[in-house]
């Protein structure tokens, strides 16, 4: 193993901007729910920050990128329990940056996903089940996924299946373990007869930035290298977010009338997700269809919810299930060897790779929801997942956290 | 005239709102405020310095009815607005002199 | 003494408190409301679901003054808020039966 | 029954609040308003451009009451809200035709 | 063509830094119009990302560094259109990055400078009409002036203009175009008699911070590389907007009696563009004074246009205009070539460079202002600039974008 | 001295998260007060990067890292005086980077102790006498403990005292520095009595983010390159961040029934505080225990302050100052030559570096202490340290400030 400064710089900096992202993502989130429930979706993120990490460092990165038990590609070996032989190269990687900043960066992936599912739930769970179902669940789900997909040694990168940087481990993973959620746990009070509309816009915009901005440690960090093919993926990333955002307010203009600013940021996010399997295979003009393709389909998508009755009340599905499906099957049209990978069927390489990524969108979708549904059911049915009504009225702020998150008035206790 | 000021649950506005105006009645001024009475508030905790949150969210209605339509317009209200748990709110009705619509003027019901 | 109450357009505060002031009128206080009436609310888009906010935001003056001085002031709020259009707002009545000023416990018109 | 009003300084809510409590009234209702009167607002100053502001945060603080209660109320209300200073506030009472809890729909003295 | 990867770090790193900028902008902005208005502003902000990067990867970028077409050193040709022969050096450059990534790091300068012409024309434009107007300004604005300054082959480069980072071609540029949209589409109803008050100072304060935190990328990342250059560059930049930020509240401090942090803020803007073009040429001394003198002038030129009844509603002239002259006449004094480039009178070079300088400042003020004014105008006469009356009463956010900004209250609908 | 490019980039990005972490600070710091207070608060953060950038550039960078005056590790000379000489490298340092790059790094660090203070003493200090205070404060404290600590010829560094990244000269340095000027000051009218509860929690927690995202900067930015230790140092950051996250909620949750976000974003920054001296020294299992131990100490430690009667408004006591010396301390039990420096006890290296540690800790606490308690008293008697009650009761924003922090009524003045 031979380090490279030049790569290891950008993997340091890749891996505190993927960091910063699910800060970005309660900001998102939180600028969503209303005012009383605004900590307590804050919290789910900060919280799985904290716990996953933990748990990343001790066990679930040994699983995800550990040597293969037994040569199946399902799952690794605790050879790398917590931090164990880290001087040892994860098998079939030859990095150029240090094995513990690879899995570091790695980690960052393991904390957002399950961050990413408490948009579905928003407003509804019960903390400690939370924290609870995210730790089983790093385990359980989110680290076979990984070690299929992303590890040299898992059965669907040996397929073939592609994704450069998360679109099924991370986005489809994460959106359809929301939707199983959700479905476990029920309706908002109310949903979806009454409005429930966000109670700081600016706030979403600001996540939204962040977000975008941690998304190129997200996407070009995951070249693993400071070289053109990082380069290119910074690029479509950026490019297709760019078309998603137009793509969905354009949709929003034909058919609401308006374009709204939570669309310009839906819509971001959206090609954000969709490109992040694709960005290191596409050229640009592969990210600008594949990122119009997602603003479109998402803004579409997302209304999908009400006619199917489930409360997936940020739209974890329709955001990053749907785009996350859209990038992994895209490339197997756009794919290209010139960017890196191998061609798909717009660039002469036949309908192999569409094969690929489509078994593998369906494996990782199906896994994930059946797993995470019976886990949640679990939860559910025994400790409870949901807070009660009268804390659903109240507001999670005040019951769950006692704490009320804005204060702008006079102060009433002290001078 | 009558002012009719209703301090209710906050999410009971919207059908507070809709059965007066199917009544006929479809002007109100609505506020937020915060209520102290029996319902109980809810403790804070900032870094394990507790304190004692009295108050509630509340929403104040304000309408100005004809004579007549008084007793309609609370008993609307009242049906509207129960959920017969404490802190359901009260209502207080007050004489009105004078009612004016800036916009032309007039006065008394025809402004209402 | 009366008590005005006037329900008006935010960006009319100020000139209201401004004629009120030249008729010597210098103290009101003021809150910030919703109102509901004939003037239509706007319509709200949250990822392609829409829905309807039928409250127009409004400021809610009060000012007590003596009896003498009913008519002029609510002259002046109705000449100082209209702007002719539909939604410029309410103003009623109400009698008083004592005032105090909480610094010197004065009471009646010398508490104004 | 009678409807108190209080106008006074935010800081002084809650001495006014547990003083009322003490004497057996454990129901008001409070808004945040803003108040004009002899107590000077103050200057703000956004890249050189200096403009005025009149208005200074107080409290509005609603009460019922019995008959009975209107002198008792109101003098804990001057006692708890004075502080000596310019801008101690207004208290105004007002005549209640009739009062009502929505939970119960008792109305006059036994719904406060 | 050797990548160096230690550079290629910083640059992808310094990219995403500049992207993050417009989203800080829009928080700058954002918490400076009131609380109707500031879905308007920030839209006008995300979708200037959106269309941007589109036009940038696909048409503009070829047409600034493209290249030269003819031979003026007038405008790029569409060598590089939709980034085809991107594998070729840009001509003029000896890159030690990919061109891909050169071409990001510039994008993200196109598009931050038309997201700065909002702040001149808050709260009053059509959302459409500024949609197109960013679209075509783009393609006859920013390239030309990107080429004419940035590119080796552009005229006002070979003649000697110096400007490292873009105080002409960002600032100066962003800061007359500014002042000649908000000519055309005229006064804010109200303005200047009616206070418009910032309806969230802390709002502006985390836009400034992440401005300055961005601008590093702008500033020493133009060194495109990770040296000795780029962390002068970065220490300049620091000096400066230091000074700047206590000029400015000094002057507040002597003339309003109080120093605020919105003039803390937008002095530390001020020293941000003052030094911007001569972070790669003056040493601390030059930095100081450049940021002390940015800080002093601008605090006082922001009221000039209430003497020019020129309703610029955020000051974009006061602070972009003439913070980017202040630092483009400034090398002609501090240039020293200890640092890079070349003398200035300070440093023993004579009057030359100034003159240069003063060149620079005037060809791009000019073309700008003319040339934007006549777009601007051609809009407002044909599809209109404006909002309508009602909609400007009401607020762009509902009227616009059918949202409102902020629900703090209890929510009404729902339980 | 030979520039390596990849080092280089990872400080200059360094540089700029660290600059980052004042704002956030602001932010931080900004949400714990009360509504009427945000402006006053965070200005008094933004003006320290102004006020210390400048300092640090002319004065004290040389005073901290100049030749040593004497040979007696007190202080530097002038040396480098308004970055003179800066082409020489720091005595004692082979840095890979420029060294005006070094010197940059280390000012980030010089502009965030000083900004630390204003927590304890929130809500009540003159803002003139507050720049006077952090300019001499500067130069008589931060200068001499940078030096005796962090320059290889000062006399704890040669003592063989370990702070990897500041935990001495930051944290416990301006932990008691805050407790000194609040004693000195006094305590705000009305506390401990009246609850002054956040006004902005979300505003809390947004600045935790950027300060965690920032400190991989200040933690991994420390190893002045982009190597293994550097890895270690960022992987050990995170991890004890974790821990304390999570240690501070659990104690909340036995303790007050309620685990609260406040509590989550405080936990995470004890733990950043605990872990920033010994995050090159210590192995993944050490961090998680100084984390776990940083969380659940300081959130006992907080209360203190109610017993102490000291009106330490923000617990910058109870968290930098108890979370360093945690973090000081026990590199004695758990450094490890495996990572870096030497053997702790529990690495088989006895207890001799913690003896050296705990002298660094007294030494340093006694010292700031002792300095600033009577700089502060010296201001406090002449000029004049505390606001008046009347400014008090109306808070710093319009008092000092002239401003309001929000607006998110309807505009009174302007249609
Ligand atoms: N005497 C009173 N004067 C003014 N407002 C009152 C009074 N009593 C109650 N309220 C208002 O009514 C609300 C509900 O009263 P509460 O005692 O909590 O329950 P309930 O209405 O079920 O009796 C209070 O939050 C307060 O706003
Ligand atoms: N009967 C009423 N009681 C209380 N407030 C009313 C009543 N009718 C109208 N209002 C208030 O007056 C405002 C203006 O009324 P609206 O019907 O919209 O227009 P106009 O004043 O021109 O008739 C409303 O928004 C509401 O706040
Ligand atoms: N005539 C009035 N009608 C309504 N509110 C009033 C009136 N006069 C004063 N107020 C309210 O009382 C508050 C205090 O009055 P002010 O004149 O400042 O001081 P003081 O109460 O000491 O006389 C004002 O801010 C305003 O809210």
Redesign the pocket.
Known sequence: MHINSGDTAWILASTALVLLMTPGLALFYGGMVRAKNVLGMMMQNFAAIGVVSLVWVWVTYSLAFGPDWGGHGIIGTLHFFGLNNIGDNPPGYSLTIPHVLFMAFQMMFAIITPALITGATADRLKFGSFILFITIWSVIVYAPVAHWVFDPNGWLFKKGAEDFAGGTVVHINAGVAGLAVALVVGKRKGWPKKAMPPHNVPMILLGAGLLWFGWFGFNAGSALSANLLASNAFVNTNTATAAALLGWILVEKLRDGKPTTLGAASGAIAGLVAITPACGYVNVAGATIIGLAAGILCALAVRLKFALKIDDALDVGGVHFIGGVIGALLIGFFGTKAIGGVNGIFHGGGASLLGKQALAVVVVAVYSFVVSWLLAMAIHKTIGFRITEEQEFEGMDTSLHAETAYEFGPSFGAP | MKLIVAIIKPFKLDDVKDDLAEAG?????VSEVSGYGRQKGHTEVYRGAEYQVDFVPKVRV????SDEMVAQASDIIVNAARTDKIGDGKIWILPVEEVI???TGERGDEA?
């Open positions: 009645l479809h002007g109100i001024t304000e309408i100005v009815v619509r800036i916009r209402l």
